[in-house]
């Protein structure tokens, strides 16, 4: 499967827990975003990265989450002291560089489902 | 500030027949590109359709079109001959083409059930 792959579908914590959620682009993509989908809402836009860049982190909540994406391995969302609230499907996506003017499309992973207890 | 506007919670149409399922966009940028994907009940995200602002025809992908009405800032999703399998929520995206922030802006999303 050459897509988008995350890592794990499934993941449950308890509050105050740490939750890491990867992403592994499609080849020969350089770009990843995450999103973030409350049940039963539209996806929103946390953060946007390159290699060992965060080219456009406006989305992302100011405090307990982070993200990465290495020279080398996935890129990684993570969630410091997790709460209730945080429980929502997480979306990967990735696209070739896209430049001005790209109409090239992000292609999603098919998510994380994160479950607070 | 960009934002995408879904006023259709959920639609039904009876297979074999079209749907048009609603999306209208503000932006302020003067180039900027417009997607449509589909999230069936599994969860995944498949995109649909593109449309740039700049592209002189409506594009079209199988029996996917949209019909964009750049003046009245819409970007209809045309499906046509339904199917069973076309029953999904249904997500209208916009990307700025200008600034090189590359996120997509996402529309509430309708949920289209397609019946016998």
């Known amino acids: 499967n050459a897509g988008v792959m995350q890592n794990p579908r499934h993941l449950v914590r308890r509050r105050g827990q740490e939750a890491r959620l990867r992403c592994s682009p499609m080849k020969g993509h350089s770009h990843v975003y995450w999103y973030r989908q409350l049940p039963e809402e539209g996806l929103k836009f946390m953060v946007y990265l390159q290699k060992e860049n965060i080219i456009d982190e406006s989305g992302m909540p100011k405090e307990r989450f982070s993200a990465e994406f290495p020279k080398e391995g996935p890129s990684i969302l993570r969630i410091q002291q997790v709460v209730r609230g945080d429980s929502a499907a997480y979306f990967c996506a990735s696209s070739p560089s896209p430049g001005q003017g790209s109409n090239q499309p992000q292609h999603f992973g098919d998510g994380t489902r994160l479950s607070i207890l | 500030a960009q934002k995408i506007t879904q006023t259709q919670p959920g639609m039904f149409v009876q297979e074999k027949e079209a749907v048009t399922l609603d999306c209208t966009y503000d932006?302020?940028?003067?180039?900027?590109?417009l997607f449509w994907y589909k999230q069936p009940s599994s969860g995944e995200m498949i995109f649909l359709i593109y449309q740039g602002s700049y592209d002189q025809q409506n594009a079209t992908e199988g029996r996917y079109s949209l019909n964009f009405q750049k003046a009245r800032k819409s970007a209809n999703l045309v499906i046509s001959a339904s199917q069973l399998g076309d029953s999904a929520m249904y997500f209208c995206?916009?990307?700025?083409?200008?600034?090189?922030?590359?996120?997509?802006?996402f529309g509430t999303g309708t949920r289209l059930q397609v019946f016998p």
């Open positions: 995206a916009m990307r700025s083409l200008s600034y090189n922030t590359d996120k997509l802006i």
């Open positions: 932006t302020s940028d003067p180039s900027y590109g």
